[in-house]
């Protein structure tokens, strides 16, 4: 399994930015879907969740500026950022948890490679 993430970039302060995911390879279905992001000396942190059922959880912090939405059927997660401010700047990295494959009834966790989200003042 794959995932491969884009939409990171620059923007001002206020600006918005959409980051999208999307996991391919030998998928039957995958639980969670959703965003960690990582500064440098800094721990990775969970930004947004979203379960194949469309609960959520977002870092507290983003709450009423990032919507994260999934596609089941395209495995693919986005990640709308709004109102972005300059501490949001961080390398964004999308997951699949609790992914099930064709064949195989264990559970397995997959990271894409992190997309660099830059906000200026």
């Known amino acids: 399994v794959q995932l491969q993430a884009s939409g990171g970039g620059l923007v001002q302060a206020g600006g918005s930015l959409r980051l999208s995911c999307a996991a391919s390879g030998n998928i039957f279905t995958i639980n969670r879907m959703g965003w960690y992001r990582q500064t440098p000396g800094n721990k990775r942190e969970l930004v947004a969740m979203i379960t194949s059922g469309g609960g959520t959880d977002y870092l507290e912090s983003v709450k009423g500026r990032f919507i994260i939405s999934r596609d089941n059927a395209k495995n693919t997660v986005l990640l709308q950022m709004n109102s972005l401010k300059p501490e949001d700047t961080a390398v964004y990295y999308c997951?699949?948890?609790?992914?099930?494959?064709?064949?195989?009834?264990?559970?397995?966790?997959?990271w894409g490679q992190g997309t660099q989200v830059t906000v200026s003042s």
């Open positions: 997951t699949a948890e609790g992914v099930i494959e064709k064949g195989d009834w264990d559970l397995y966790d997959y």
